[in-house]
């Protein structure tokens, strides 16, 4: 098997342990049925756990266990989903199909879509806050982690992201612009899977630095090919409306550069995540592989 295939097929397991875990975690809660419902539809509706798989596949590189791990995997992808829901609100994006299925609010009505979110974003903290410190983390570590967490979720990071995303008509500087949002939209929290759990781990400065760089450009070229995906590859995809970006005239990498030089800047980025990683050895090597992955993603 090449090395393609063995990442896909890893990223497959995450996913279905990833899964699992979000499944039961979710089961186990005392939640009023509707709500229950509410966030099941979301949570457990098909995404591709790139964000829990990253920090399982880190934890493991560094030393910890991957059990150990799950509390703040899985609340990467509680999180993550809040957010999604979250943007195809009608004051948001208003966006009626997600992951092939109808948008959380079309189905739920709205009021329960941004109940769902919060819930999810809470329960994402709740649940690492309650479950790691019996994985017997140093307590320090926990709230580093969870601070890296927090700041990529925050104004700083997804919240100041959206903030931009929906301020496209004060735009004067395009590019800047566009690498402002994407960085914060989406890099924050993709390097957070990555630092995190590093941080969890008790990891050096010197890891901790290169993981940073890693992450963020790695978090950048995903957000770049997610908007090239947008307008080519999402054709056969069930509810997304080919060339929505282009037709509305949002503001993304390939309405500001064009298809061409937004395939260009999407490769400068994984070649420079992979300088970002290569110096930290073999034990990372897998990180190269993963950044040639996203890449040629094709969803
Ligand atoms: C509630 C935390 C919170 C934030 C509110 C709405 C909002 C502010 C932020 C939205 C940010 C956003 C939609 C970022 C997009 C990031 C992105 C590239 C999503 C697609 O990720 P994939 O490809 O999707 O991993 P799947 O479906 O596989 O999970």
Redesign the pocket.
């Known amino acids: 098997m090449n090395h393609k295939n063995d990442l896909r097929v890893l990223f497959e397991q995450k996913k279905e342990i990833m899964d699992r875990y979000l499944s039961d975690t979710l089961a186990k809660r005392d939640i009023p049925e509707r709500l229950a419902q509410c966030i099941a539809y979301s949570l457990l509706n098909?995404?591709?756990?790139?964000?829990p798989a990253l920090c399982m596949i880190l934890s493991e590189r560094l030393g910890i266990m991957q059990d150990k791990v799950m509390p703040l995997a899985a609340a990467f992808e509680m999180?993550?989903?809040?957010?999604?829901i979250?943007?195809d609100l009608p004051c948001?994006d208003n966006d009626d199909y997600?992951?092939g299925k109808l948008t959380n609010h079309k189905v739920y009505g709205e009021a329960m879509a941004v109940l769902a979110?919060d819930a999810l974003?809470v329960f994402a903290f709740e649940h690492a806050l309650q479950e790691l410190p019996k994985q017997g983390f140093d307590k320090t570590n926990i709230l580093n982690a969870l601070g890296i967490f927090a700041n990529a979720?925050g104004p700083a990071g997804?919240?100041g992201?959206?903030t931009l995303?929906m301020m496209q008509d004060a735009v004067k500087d395009e590019e800047n612009y566009v690498w402002d949002m994407c960085e914060r939209?989406?890099a924050t929290?993709l390097r957070a899977t990555l630092t995190a759990p590093a941080a969890l781990a008790g990891a050096d400065g010197k890891i901790m630095s290169h993981l940073y760089n890693y992450g963020t450009h790695l978090g950048i070229s995903?957000?770049i090919v997610?908007d090239i995906l947008d307008v080519t590859g999402s054709v056969q995809e069930l509810g997304k409306t080919p060339g929505k970006d282009v037709k509305s005239g949002k503001l993304t990498f390939v309405t500001v550069y064009g298809l061409q030089r937004a395939k260009k800047l999407a490769e400068e980025e994984t070649s420079k995540a992979i300088e970002a990683i290569v110096p930290l050895g073999g034990n990372f090597k897998i990180f190269v592989e993963i950044a040639e992955h996203f890449a040629g993603r094709s969803?």
């Open positions: 098909g995404g591709k756990r790139v964000r999180a993550h989903t809040a957010s999604l979250h943007d948001m997600r992951r979110g974003l979720l997804i919240c992201g959206q995303d939209k989406t929290l995903f957000q997610d969803k």
